[in-house]
């Protein structure tokens, strides 16, 4: 079945380290993106990538890092600098179809718990 | 800037009643509407789209939006709610010059037997 694959689904994470999450598609979409949920917040766009090898800042960038090598992987790197990363982190895929309407589809998200 | 808005946080029925979830969006031009369900711990499932056309949209599991230009509005509807579709409901909204969707901030849906 085509979709999104986010791994692993529960991430524990010692203060100081990074950790990577994993997103995978295989719905042949162009875009990607990673958004982080908090309780009363909504979703918050980290990164988004429209193309192999490009990648945009979102809102919230600041202590995150992402790589565009291959068009059905989208890797999330929550590094040492982010000062709250304790979150739901969702990826998301889309055609990227922008004068069209442009829907995007979501993994199953994966929670990540500093300790 | 496009920016929507959810004015519910919470949202109780009892299971059977009708429903209606609110969304209002600020945007100048024509926007792309959407509304998402999220179950707990779980991805956001897209329910139904606006992009174009007949302002009454049908969704999926009996969900129904209407897109009103005059009031900027994008209301979510069902006639009869099942205890199944206690979840948190996302509205969004996009436009041809900023094509990522803004999310609103949930309304959590809950629904009494």
């Known amino acids: 079945d085509g979709g999104i694959t986010q791994s692993p689904k529960y991430l524990f994470r010692k203060e100081g380290q990074n950790v990577t999450l994993s997103c995978e598609q295989n719905l042949n979409h162009d875009a990607m993106y990673w958004y982080r949920q908090d309780p009363g917040q909504g979703l918050r766009l980290i990164y988004y990538?429209?193309?192999?090898?490009?990648?945009q800042k979102g809102d919230i960038a600041e202590g995150y890092s992402v790589s565009r090598e291959k068009k059905e992987s989208f890797p999330l790197t929550v590094t040492s600098a982010q000062k709250n990363p304790t979150a739901f982190y969702l990826c998301a895929s889309s055609m990227d179809r922008p004068l069209s309407g442009n829907t995007i589809y979501f993994g199953e998200g994966s929670w990540l718990t500093v300790v | 800037a496009q920016s929507v808005t959810q004015p519910d946080i919470h949202i109780t029925v009892s299971e059977g009643a009708s429903l209606e979830l609110r969304c209002n969006y600020s945007?100048?031009?024509?926007?792309?509407l959407f509304w998402y369900v999220q179950s707990p711990g779980q991805g956001l499932q897209l329910l139904l789209k606006?992009?174009?056309?007949?302002?009454l949209v049908q969704g999926i599991k009996g969900f129904e939006a209407e897109f009103k230009r005059s009031q900027s509005s994008f209301n979510l509807r069902k006639p009869s709610v099942h205890w199944s579709d206690a979840a948190e409901y996302f509205c969004?909204?996009?436009?041809?010059?900023?094509?990522?969707?803004?999310f609103g901030r949930g309304t959590s849906l809950i629904v009494h037997p």
């Open positions: 969004a909204v996009s436009s041809g010059g900023s094509y990522i969707p803004t």
């Open positions: 606006y992009f174009s056309g007949d302002t």
């Open positions: 945007y100048g031009a024509t926007p792309y």
């Open positions: 990538s429209q193309i192999v090898n490009d990648f």
